[in-house]
């Protein structure tokens, strides 16, 4: 449904499986459709709850700043938030495999989502630090400027940093040089922080201001090459 101003409401479709909702400016209410399993909502600006879909799998909330919270989706697998200030939290969500949130000035992220393997943060200035996410493998912090803390991520494989200027513990190891370090502008500046701490995995930091990617992997001098 795509530019409808004069819709208010969504029935009640019993076997709705995919609903996209864009640019429908008067729109206020969806009605709880049991089979849906993926829902994506852009630019209704009128909308401010999202129901408790059963089934829902894949949830895209973009450009609708009225929207207030995310309701407890049991099976949710997939939640992107683009652009929104009135969602504070993100509440525990047992099933959660992957969180991007981009330009949600007020969201804190204090739920353990257990399950959680990606996380994408972009331009959220009120988050501080991240819950220890047990399955955690992806995690992306862009523009956080008042992030301060990643916690220890016992299963983190890959790891992006870009301006967050306050970051000051990765991984519970200390970081003294601020202003060297983290906003990794060089490739001897980074082998100096990979060589501060112990990495569990793989780590891939992005030198996102030489526009080069660089797998710290290969940077440990102790590591035999097996090919």
Do not use: G
């Amino acid at each position: 449904i795509i530019n409808c101003p004069n819709i208010i409401e969504i029935p009640e479709l019993e076997q709705l499986r995919h609903l996209f909702l864009i640019k429908c400016p008067n729109l206020i209410t969806i009605n709880n459709l049991e089979q849906l399993i993926y829902l994506h909502i852009k630019d209704c600006i009128n909308i401010k709850t999202i129901p408790e879909f059963n089934n829902l799998d894949h949830l895209i909330i973009e450009d609708c700043p009225n929207v207030e919270t995310i309701p407890v989706l049991s099976l949710l697998n997939k939640l992107y938030i683009y652009n929104n200030s009135k969602i504070l939290t993100i509440p525990t969500l047992i099933n959660l495999q992957q969180l991007e949130l981009i330009d949600c000035y007020n969201i804190i992220i204090n739920s353990k989502l257990l399950q959680c393997n990606i996380l994408h943060v972009y331009n959220c200035k009120n988050i501080k630090s991240i819950p220890e996410f047990n399955q955690l493998n992806f995690l992306s912090l862009i523009d956080c400027p008042n992030i301060i803390i990643i916690p220890k991520l016992d299963n983190l494989e890959y790891l992006y940093i870009k301006n967050c200027k306050n970051l000051n513990d990765v991984n519970n190891v200390k970081i003294y040089n601020k202003k060297e370090i983290m906003s990794f502008y060089t490739i001897s500046k980074i082998k100096k922080w990979y060589k501060k701490r112990t990495l569990y995995k793989k780590y891939i930091a992005c030198i996102w201001q030489m526009f080069e990617i660089i797998t710290i992997d290969q940077m440990n001098p102790h590591k035999k090459n097996n090919t």
